[in-house]
Nanobody, 127 residues
């Protein structure tokens, strides 16, 4: 069982930056690929990206490519989502997710491609 907890959400203005962090409660953190999703009101979960065990390979959704960066620290059992130049349409609840991976990372983009999810962190971007 893996427990994930996001932190760092809040209210920001358009153009600002924000960094979300996800802490994992497993000693085996380094064997999990870690992904990020978001969900806006009335919409399905939107995949943002996934990073490999070591963080040496990361895939991003086209919608956030170049603005968002995923990084992980296996010593601290954390994975971060750095968000720059935020837009009002980035307003959502953001979730981290973990997938046990005995294979090279692929752009797993479906919510059910992952086995564990956090409770979410709300991000509101005002104009």
């Amino acid at each position: 069982q893996v427990q994930l907890a996001e932190s760092g959400g809040g209210l920001v203005q358009a153009g600002d930056s924000l960094r979300l962090s996800c802490a994992a409660s497993t000693r085996a953190f380094s064997v999990y690929a870690m992904g990020w999703f978001r969900q806006s009101p009335g919409k399905n979960h939107e995949w943002l990206g996934v990073t490999s065990w070591t963080g040496d390979k990361t895939y991003y959704a086209d919608s956030i490519q170049g603005r968002f960066t995923i990084s992980r620290d296996n010593d601290k059992n954390t994975v971060d989502l750095q968000m720059n130049n935020l837009k009002t349409e980035d307003t959502a609840v953001y979730y981290c997710a973990a997938r046990w991976s005995g294979e090279p990372v692929l752009p797993w983009s479906e919510w059910n491609d992952y086995q564990y999810w956090g409770q979410g962190a709300r991000v509101t971007v005002s104009s």
